[in-house]
């Protein structure tokens, strides 16, 4: 196992292209870490810097308390797993698990056992006379595992790994890493741009951004406490409705003033909504925080139904809020009304979030519904 510490790394390409800046980042010893972000934000070179497939421009890389800068990628003993799975179309299924060994001149007794052991965790036994033009995809992803499994690495590095599968696959091969993580308790970092993937696998999600890592913790404290506008609308499907609005003054009380509602500010604002009196700010509402039912101590809106999506275990509901915004909602499957009809939905208030319009940050909350990770 390894614990493995970014401090202070960028990358500059020589374009002068910033593709990492100043990221810092503790990979706790057999955790399973995932990278999120969108195209281009920096995770999979990111990635490649730890296992010394890109170079560096300023910062330190330490993998089990070694400073790793100049160390050659295959002394990192790291195993890296590629999105196109990267295996070699001549060979078959054992020659590609035994390769890496090979390579290192391992004894053909031992070489036999790891690829034995491997190819039995991953269900692959019946597949090792078989070449890569002869698996399906899902086959080839536990190649690419395997051959990453046989090397007896200290820690596994996931591109993308399950991004060129279908739904139904990518669903099964999700449980199949968590389990085999379990199973093995390696340091894992996985990187993708998928939200289900992060929310469902990792027991840490560091979200990064145009090259700088935005929020780091939980998969459960970042859904419940995004940390500014862009992981807020990022994560989740669909994102988190954002809508512009006002903090003013009513009696001495603040309120929320979005179009033409007027909301009461949650109790756990309260103490930060005064000196904000009178400035922008933008109010978020997961689509599964709003009902298409009265509830208590909600708040009962009216809307109008642009559109329906059954998906069948639940519904989402496209509807305008009249003079402020469109919005989604998820409420239950047997939500059946035409397009165009008007219909009162309610959200509690105390499950808003607030953010400054200037910074787009989190405005801070009294207490918040869960502890941060780190």
């Not at 390894?2 to 002068?16: D, F, M, Q, T």
């Not at 300023?58 to 790793?68: D, F, K, P, R, T």
């Not at 054992?94 to 190819?119: D, K, M, W, Y």
């Not at 003054?249 to 509602?261: E, V, Y």
Request: hydrophobic fraction near 40%.
């Amino acid at each position: 196992m390894a614990e493995i510490r970014l401090e202070n790394v960028s990358k500059v390409y020589p374009s002068g292209v910033k593709a990492v800046e100043d990221v810092s980042l503790h990979i706790r010893d057999g955790e399973f870490m995932i990278l999120l972000g969108p195209s281009g934000c920096g995770k999979s070179t990111t990635l490649r810097m730890i296992a010394g497939l890109e170079s560096i421009s300023s910062g330190e890389i330490h993998i089990q308390g070694n400073l790793a800068n100049e160390i050659d990628p295959r002394d990192r003993n790291l195993a890296f797993v590629f999105q196109n799975y990267a295996l070699y179309p001549h060979m078959t299924v054992a020659a590609n698990l035994s390769f890496g060994l090979r390579l290192r001149h391992a004894p053909q007794e031992e070489i036999s056992r790891r690829v034995a052991e491997a190819a039995s965790m991953l269900g692959i036994g019946t597949l090792l006379d078989r070449k890569p033009s002869a698996l399906s995809g899902g086959q080839r992803q536990r190649v690419a595992l395997g051959r990453a499994l046989v090397r007896d690495p200290v820690a596994f590095l996931l591109d993308e790994p399950l991004s060129n599968l279908d739904a139904k696959l990518r669903a099964g091969m999700r449980r199949e890493l968590v389990k085999l993580h379990r199973t093995l308790g390696r340091t894992i970092v996985h990187v993708t741009h998928d939200q289900v993937e992060a929310m469902t696998m990792g027991e840490r999600i560091c979200i990064m951004n145009e090259g700088r890592i935005v929020q780091v913790g939980s998969p459960l404290d970042v859904y419940l406490n995004p940390a500014n506008l862009f992981v807020a609308g990022f994560l989740a499907s669909p994102p988190m409705n954002l809508l512009q609005a006002r903090i003013e003054m009513n009696d001495s009380r603040p309120i929320l003033r979005c179009g033409g509602l007027s909301l009461p500010i949650p109790s756990v604002y309260a103490a930060d909504s005064i000196p904000r009196a009178g400035t922008p700010v933008v109010l978020g509402i997961r689509p599964e925080d709003i009902y298409d039912r009265e509830i208590p101590g909600g708040i009962s809106i009216e809307v109008k139904i642009v559109a329906v999506e059954a998906l069948g275990p639940e519904t989402v509901v496209v509807c305008e809020i009249p003079a402020v915004a469109e919005i989604s909602a998820k409420v239950g499957r047997s939500f059946t009304v035409p397009n165009g009809s008007v219909q009162r939905f309610s959200f509690d208030p105390s499950q808003l979030h607030i953010f400054d319009a200037r910074t787009t940050m989190a405005v801070r909350r009294q207490q918040a519904c869960i502890q941060s990770g780190s």
